[in-house]
């Protein structure tokens, strides 16, 4: 009642604690769902943005390229105008042809120092280029790569996670299997204690009905047998047959202090068993019964419905038959008392009464009140059913002690492939979180590299226009080196110079329409830029976040477990309630007893 009292407690405690996984279960699956659905919006949010930014860029660039090409060009442009220029005032700075041809000479030298500087500038800008384009092509497999392993990790993850919780609850199974066997041990230990102090309490009572030196020599029996291993001793006549309760009165009278007869096979069994006896001094009151020496003749019965054979309702081994028509064979259990003077007188048998009235064969009448509570057979019944049951609670107990190490040997096995899987488990998120970090460092470090490759470009295209308009310059003081120093330039150089300037302002004027072209454009750009990467993409990290979580969260196993552990607390409750209303019924037919 106690342990059930428990059970109910625990099976309480389970239930409360079930419902609050289930709670948290049913919110998480709730906000997997919003999340899910928010994350739908998102993703079409980024369609939009993503599709228009995709709009965006390719006419920002182009105006942007279109820009600096103007630039360069304008550059180029300016440059050779005001050489012109200066050519056109150089019978102002020189004063002959000499002098200015030295200064067109030293002018060379510098810029073509100039020249080879910028121009192994500019294949170190180049292959900067080269370089951060290929590590960004490099880089962008590997976020690929990463990405798809953070994948595979999730569906490890996932794998694992339904792998433990399988093992968890396997591994509740057998514990409470475990504490049921421990249970059914503890109470099997209770019951084969009150069996055996029945069974002793049974064996005094018997023991109780005859004296002591019967008791002594049977004893002493029972111990030359089993330490000098004799065969052939078959033990107390009472001891080897049964019969009907009602036929124990009867039975009893007529058999008296032979039924601690011992049945042997020979007599000579009987004879080495006393002569131990003797030479061991060994004290008690034996009378044998062998089966060699026992005689007996067929006997006709009378049929009647009055009496009937007290041999016929014994039943025994036919081995012992010698010793039963011995002891009972002459005798008849009559309806009354008349009935039986009547046929002990006309059968010359003993006959008696189910209330234990005799009549001899030779007339003596005996009777009186006898105690059945203080009966031989009813005692002995009372041990054979302890001796039986103590037997059968031991065979039980025995399995049970097995039981509980193959048990204990399966959950030893089931723990340690729980603890294997937590470990793996531990390992594959510490992984799954590491290459997250590494897939967003990764792509910090592309954008990284992408503005880079951008600055580098734009100085590319920078250097490539100052080389242009310095090779120009080096090419104009090469044609006028060696030529005539004139105050004015030539028709075909004051031509150059008109469609210079035109072609200045036509450039500036590009350039101004390009300038407000892109501005429209950039101011565009970052804005879908910034509603991509400063709130679209990092809401949906953040959701794909929190779905990862949920997905890969234990709490579903523990729930599964925790509903496995009710349902066999369910079982052991009414296990429990089986065996209290066994042992109630038990105790009840005790009682009887």
């Avoid at 081995?319 to 006309?346: D, V, W």
């Avoid at 048998?349 to 001899?360: A, E, F, H, K, P």
């Avoid at 501005?519 to 509603?531: F, G, I, P, R, T």
């Avoid at 969260?553 to 729930?559: L, P």
Wanted: charged letters at 35%; aromatic letters at 6%.
């Amino acid at each position: 009642a106690e342990e059930r009292q428990h059970q109910i407690r625990e099976k309480a405690k389970l239930e409360l604690d079930l419902k609050d996984l289930d709670d948290i279960c049913n919110d998480d699956l709730a906000t997997k769902g919003s999340s899910a659905e928010e994350l739908a919006q998102v993703e079409e949010q980024i369609k939009t943005a993503q599709e228009t930014l995709d709009q965006v860029v390719p006419q920002f660039h182009e105006q942007k390229d279109l820009e600096e090409s103007c630039n360069s060009q304008l550059r180029i442009n300016e440059q050779r105008r005001a050489e012109l220029y200066a050519k056109k005032g150089r019978n102002l700075e020189f004063t002959d042809q000499k002098k200015r041809d030295e200064w067109i000479r030293s002018e060379l030298k510098t810029y073509g120092s100039n020249l080879s500087q910028k121009e192994d500038h500019l294949k170190t800008v180049e292959r900067e280029v080269t370089d951060t384009k290929e590590k960004i092509a490099k880089i962008t497999e590997e976020i690929k790569e990463r990405s798809e392993n953070l994948d595979e990790r999730k569906k490890e993850i996932e794998e694992t996670n339904k792998e433990l919780g399988d093992a968890k609850i396997k591994r509740d199974e057998v514990q409470n299997k475990r504490k049921e066997l421990w249970r059914q041990d503890s109470n099997f230990e209770q019951s084969l204690n009150t069996s055996k102090e029945q069974l002793d309490e049974a064996e005094r009572q018997l023991r109780s009905t005859v004296s002591k030196a019967f008791n002594n020599g049977i004893d002493a029996i029972k111990k030359i047998v089993r330490e000098k291993n004799i065969s052939g001793v078959y033990g107390p006549l009472i001891e080897n047959f049964k019969c009907n309760e009602k036929f124990f009165t009867a039975v009893e009278v007529t058999a008296g202090n032979r039924l601690f007869y011992i049945i042997v096979d020979t007599d000579k069994t009987a004879s080495q068993i006393l002569s131990i006896m003797n030479k061991n001094k060994m004290s008690g009151e034996v009378n044998f019964l062998p089966l060699n020496r026992l005689s007996y003749k067929e006997i006709q019965y009378p049929t009647s419905n009055d009496v009937i054979p007290m041999v016929s309702k014994l039943e025994y081994n036919q081995i012992f038959k010698p010793a039963m028509e011995t002891i009972f064979g002459k005798t008849l259990i009559c309806r009354s008392l008349e009935i039986a003077s009547q046929y002990a007188r006309n059968e010359h048998m003993d006959c008696i009464t189910l209330d234990g009235d005799q009549v001899s064969r030779r007339g003596a009448l005996t009777g009186g009140y006898y105690d059945k509570r203080k009966s031989r057979l009813d005692s002995q019944r009372q041990v054979w059913y302890w001796n039986a049951k103590l037997q059968e609670e031991e065979t039980n107990a025995t399995k049970i002690k097995g039981d509980m190490e193959e048990v204990d040997s399966e959950l030893s096995k089931l723990v340690s492939a729980v603890q294997k899987l937590e470990t793996k488990q531990i390992q594959l998120r510490e992984t799954y979180e590491r290459q997250k970090m590494d897939v967003q460092n990764l792509s910090v470090e592309k954008k990284q590299l992408e503005k880079h490759l951008d600055t580098k470009t734009r100085l590319k295209m920078s250097l490539e226009g100052d080389l242009t308009a310095l090779r120009g310059t080096v090419a104009s003081l090469q044609q006028e080196l060696g030529t005539e120093l004139l105050s004015q330039l030539t028709e075909t150089e004051q031509e150059e110079v008109k469609k210079l300037n035109k072609e200045i302002a036509s450039l500036q004027s590009q350039i101004r329409e390009c300038l407000e072209r892109r501005s429209k454009l950039e101011v565009d750009k970052n804005m879908y830029e910034n509603l991509l990467h400063n709130n679209l993409y990092k809401r949906r990290d953040q959701l794909l976040s929190n779905i990862d979580e949920l997905g890969m969260s234990e709490r579903k196993q523990d729930f599964d477990s925790k509903k496995a552990e009710f349902a066999q607390a369910t079982v052991g409750m009414e296990t429990t309630k089986k065996r209290l209303d066994w042992l109630e019924s038990e105790m009840e037919v005790y009682t009887k007893k």
